[in-house]
């Protein structure tokens, strides 16, 4: 079962405007990645943010962590028709719970599909 | 520094084959997953190897299975193919595996007919 749940489903927006993708997830995390994929392809690494990070930026990217609510967003600013892609959040269980089975496994949503009009 | 390779990129096979595909992680990293990515269930862990042993393993039957060789390198065999195999299947490989920076090949499209 899909530990995360993306917000919205599917996002339409104009060149040049922000996209904003939220994520929420049930356990506890060691830390959470968004990744991007465009049409079924591989998926790109975008930013990967640890549990005790409240905030990280890279270039047009930013996201946010907020473990007491279990979520994340992430913001793509002055957004451009080749940021249009399915973006996926994923979480990697805290390894302590439960003991070890955490080893290379990332929980991921179901994703957001953007479409950046130009 | 050359990214994840993944082999062959579209395969298509008939009910009960069996199919292997292969992954190339990048130099230095040790760890490899490998996911499913389907549109009904989304993107699921099916295992992860470091070392050439395995180290966890996700919720498929024993038809699926995999290895990793001593230069890091693994495969993942699928016997007696199902319709429901049908998928994009994905490979990730890591520095070490502990804190799950992973990054992904371009997957293998398998179509079983």
């Known amino acids: 079962s899909q530990q995360g749940e993306e917000d919205p489903q599917a996002l339409s927006i104009q060149e040049g405007e922000n996209a904003t993708m939220n994520c929420s997830y049930k356990?506890?995390?060691?830390?959470l990645q968004w990744y991007r994929q465009n049409s079924g392809r591989g998926l790109v690494h975008l930013i990967l943010?640890?549990?005790?990070?409240r905030e990280k930026h890279s270039g047009r990217l930013r996201v946010t962590l907020d473990t007491s609510k279990k979520s994340s967003s992430l913001l793509i600013t002055a957004s451009r028709a080749a940021d249009t892609a399915s973006y996926f959040c994923?979480?990697?269980?805290?390894?302590?719970?439960?003991?070890?089975?955490?080893?290379?496994?990332?929980?991921f949503g179901q994703g957001t599909i953007l479409t950046v009009h130009p | 520094k050359a990214g994840v390779t993944q082999t062959p990129r579209y395969l298509i096979k008939t009910r009960g084959q069996q199919v292997t595909l292969s992954c190339s992680p990048i130099s230095g990293h040790r760890s490899v997953s490998w996911y499913q990515q389907t549109p009904g269930q989304g993107l699921q862990f099916l295992f992860e190897?470091?070392?050439?042993?395995?180290?966890n393993k996700g919720n498929f039957p024993g038809r699926f299975s995999g290895r990793q060789f001593s230069n890091s390198r693994s495969e993942m065999n699928v016997s007696t193919l199902e319709l429901g195999d049908s998928a994009l299947y994905l490979c990730a490989s890591s520095l070490l595996g502990d804190d799950n920076e992973q990054f992904f090949g371009p997957g293998t499209r398998l179509t079983v007919l």
């Open positions: 994923a979480t990697d269980a805290n390894a302590q719970f439960p003991s070890g089975t955490s080893y290379g496994k990332l929980t």
């Open positions: 356990t506890s995390i060691n830390n």
């Open positions: 943010i640890r549990s005790n990070e």
């Open positions: 190897y470091f070392s050439e042993t395995q180290r």
